[in-house]
Nanobody, 114 residues
């Protein structure tokens, strides 16, 4: 019953930046493709960025060029740097493996508003 823990969300103005962090404990981390997901009010959870065990990233079109995902296998942590934030990025952000799953965490809320 290992759960991920996300942090780093908050309120930011349009055009601002945030850096999200997530720890996913356990030895599986180093072989897992890790992802950042988000769920906006009234919408389904969507995968916005992922990074494989070789640190090759992949992004949804909606965040490409603005978000950067990275990982630190020694710490079992994955990060999401979000630049040029838009109001439509407002959501609860979650991390988890894409294929190998941990129990979902509480997420971290990101609000982009002036």
């Amino acid at each position: 019953q290992v759960q991920v823990v996300e942090s780093g969300g908050g309120l930011v103005q349009p055009g601002g930046s945030l850096r999200l962090s997530c720890v996913a404990p356990g030895s599986r981390f180093s072989i897992a493709r890790m992802g950042w997901y988000r769920q906006a009010p009234g919408k389904q959870r969507e995968l916005v960025a992922s990074i494989d065990r070789s640190s090759i990233p992949d992004y949804a079109d909606s965040v490409k060029g603005r978000f950067t995902i990275s990982r630190d296998d020694a710490k079992s942590e994955v990060y999401l740097r979000m630049n040029s934030l838009k109001p439509e990025d407002t959501a609860v952000y979650y991390c988890n493996g894409v294929d190998i799953k941990w129990y979902w965490g509480q997420g971290t809320e990101v609000t982009v508003s002036s």
